[in-house]
Each structure stands twice: as structure tokens, then as C-alpha cells.
């Protein structure tokens, strides 16, 4: 049973992500976000003056910035995103489940109205909020860009959630664009050798049965002789990309 392609059935997009392996991204670039917090801290104090509570506003913006620039230099998840996406960077990353906007659009129309209008600038205790959510933004964010999450297996689970003998290794190539790799053992059903509505084109370099492959041996021997093995690249819809995109920033480790 060799194909040069097959169809693989979306419903494995559901199963359970955890990470594989994953590249270390730049400390320098990591941390620098924390030095523009930092140094925003370090100019409020009780008696800050009107000009030294710009200047936090100011920095706390460069800080947001920079990390949201970090984002995208790891992922390039514009490139991926779809027609519908929303346009405005912080509400997309929401879309994919990375961030919680409102906040940080609130710092973003502070700094812009006194930019732009000159503003007076927030109360101490209202630039202090300000450190502290973009603190947390930090925090929370820190997990996407210590590590670029690229390689991580789909397991599927049973109704106990017990792994099955199935998993999908998905490798995403963010520098080459986004281009997806699959290999693993996936059941009979879930495999097409014509287009199907709800299936997914894979280019396969690998591909059989157990029972044509390994029949008669003791390897594999969990799989059923229908199971199939299949080694290659997937062609996917944007909305697919994008989907496994997603689950790869939000798989276990």
C-alpha cells in the first residue's frame, strides 16, 4: 500500500498536544523586556513628578512593545493569520489563547493620549496598576518566548484518558514558512486515498500498513494489522495551519 499522497482526517487535530522538543530563543532578547520594566519601576516613587510618570507610561510601552515584537520574531504568526483574524496584534494573540487585551490597550490609549494630546499623565497608584499588569503580561508570555515551540506530539486519549497506540508527531518549521512535517501511527479510519471533505492532503515520503509493512514480526505489535504509518508533509487549509499553530503554543511539557 504505497501513495505518493494521502488524506488524513482532521479529527486528530483534536487530540492531545505535548511538546517534543523545542529551540532555545536569545536571553538578551528575552530579559530585555524586563529592563524596560525595570527601569520604568525605578522612576516612580511616591513624589514622581508629572514629567518622571510620563517617562514610566512611556517606558511601560516600549516594555509591551518589545515583547510583542519577540512574539512575532519566534512564531511569524502573521503570516498565518486568517481573513477573519482580528487586525489589531494584542485582540489576534487573544484569538489564539497567548493574551487577555483589554488591560494593555488601556496602557496603550494612555500613552497615545498624552503622545498625542498631551495628557496629563496617570496618578501614582494608577502607574503602579499599570507596572503590575505589565508584569503579569511579562509572566505570562514568558513561556512563548524562552522556547519556540515547534516539534510536539498529538496523542489520542481514550474516554479514561489513557493513551492509545496512536500519536501524531507534528514538526512546524517557523523560519521556512510554517511548513508542517507529520509522522506516526494513526488508525485505518483516519486515512483517505482520495480527497474528503474534512481531510487534509499529506505529501508522504513513508507510508503502510502494520500488516504490509511489519507482518510476521514483533515490531509494533500494539498496532492492528490495519493501523497505518505514514512519514510526510502536510498541506494544510489556513484554518488547519493555523489550528496546529495553536496547539503547538499551548502544548504540555
Same mark, same amino acid.
Given at each position: 500500500?504505497?501513495?505518493?499522497?494521502?488524506?488524513?482526517?482532521?479529527?486528530?487535530?483534536?487530540?492531545?498536544?505535548?511538546?517534543?522538543?523545542?529551540?532555545?530563543?536569545?536571553?538578551?532578547?528575552?530579559?530585555?523586556?524586563?529592563?524596560?520594566?525595570?527601569?520604568?519601576?525605578?522612576?516612580?516613587?511616591?513624589?514622581?513628578?508629572?514629567?518622571?510618570?510620563?517617562?514610566?507610561?512611556?517606558?511601560?510601552?516600549?516594555?509591551?512593545?518589545?515583547?510583542?515584537?519577540?512574539?512575532?520574531?519566534?512564531?511569524?504568526?502573521?503570516?498565518?493569520?486568517?481573513?477573519?483574524?482580528?487586525?489589531?496584534?494584542?485582540?489576534?494573540?487573544?484569538?489564539?489563547?497567548?493574551?487577555?487585551?483589554?488591560?494593555?490597550?488601556?496602557?496603550?490609549?494612555?500613552?497615545?493620549?498624552?503622545?498625542?494630546?498631551?495628557? !496629563?499623565?496617570?496618578?501614582?497608584?494608577?502607574?503602579?496598576?499599570?507596572?503590575?499588569?505589565?508584569?503579569?503580561?511579562?509572566?505570562?508570555?514568558?513561556?512563548?518566548?524562552?522556547?519556540?515551540?515547534?516539534?510536539?506530539?498529538?496523542?489520542?486519549?481514550?474516554?479514561?484518558? %489513557? %493513551?492509545?497506540?496512536?500519536?501524531?508527531?507534528?514538526?512546524?518549521?517557523?523560519?521556512?514558512?510554517?511548513?508542517?512535517?507529520?509522522?506516526?501511527?494513526? !488508525?485505518?479510519?483516519?486515512?483517505?486515498?482520495?480527497?474528503? !471533505?474534512?481531510?487534509?492532503?499529506?505529501?508522504?515520503?513513508?507510508?503502510?500498513?502494520?500488516? %504490509?509493512?511489519?507482518?510476521?514480526?514483533?515490531?509494533?505489535?500494539?498496532?492492528?494489522?490495519?493501523?497505518?504509518?505514514?512519514?510526510?508533509?502536510?498541506?494544510?487549509?489556513?484554518?488547519?495551519?493555523?489550528?496546529?499553530?495553536?496547539?503547538?503554543?499551548?502544548?504540555?511539557?
Amino acid at each position: 500500500m504505497e501513495s505518493k499522497v494521502v488524506w488524513i482526517c482532521n479529527s486528530i487535530w483534536d487530540w492531545y498536544p505535548e511538546i517534543q522538543s523545542y529551540g532555545f530563543t536569545s536571553i538578551e532578547d528575552r530579559l530585555r523586556a524586563y529592563k524596560l520594566w525595570e527601569h520604568a519601576e525605578a522612576l516612580l516613587t511616591e513624589d514622581s513628578s508629572e514629567f518622571s510618570r510620563v517617562d514610566v507610561v512611556s517606558n511601560l510601552k516600549r516594555c509591551l512593545n518589545q515583547r510583542l515584537k519577540f512574539i512575532e520574531y519566534v512564531y511569524s504568526l502573521k503570516k498565518v493569520a486568517l481573513r477573519d483574524s482580528p487586525k489589531g496584534y494584542l485582540e489576534y494573540l487573544e484569538s489564539l489563547g497567548l493574551v487577555r487585551p483589554y488591560m494593555l490597550k488601556q496602557l496603550m490609549l494612555i500613552r497615545n493620549d498624552i503622545e498625542h494630546n498631551d495628557a !496629563p499623565p496617570p496618578s501614582t497608584d494608577r502607574c503602579k496598576e499599570l507596572l503590575d499588569l505589565t508584569w503579569y503580561f511579562l509572566k505570562s508570555t514568558d513561556s512563548f518566548v524562552s522556547w519556540c515551540k515547534h516539534d510536539f506530539i498529538l496523542r489520542d486519549l481514550s474516554e479514561n484518558d %489513557e %493513551e492509545t497506540q496512536y500519536w501524531l508527531s507534528i514538526d512546524i518549521d517557523y523560519d521556512l514558512d510554517h511548513q508542517i512535517k507529520v509522522n506516526g501511527w494513526v !488508525p485505518e479510519s483516519c486515512i483517505s486515498m482520495e480527497e474528503k !471533505p474534512d481531510f487534509t492532503l499529506v505529501e508522504v515520503k513513508d507510508f503502510g500498513s502494520k500488516g %504490509e509493512r511489519w507482518s510476521g514480526t514483533d515490531n509494533h505489535k500494539d498496532k492492528l494489522d490495519s493501523d497505518c504509518w505514514l512519514n510526510g508533509t502536510l498541506k494544510p487549509t489556513e484554518n488547519s495551519r493555523l489550528r496546529l499553530i495553536r496547539a503547538s503554543l499551548h502544548a504540555s511539557i
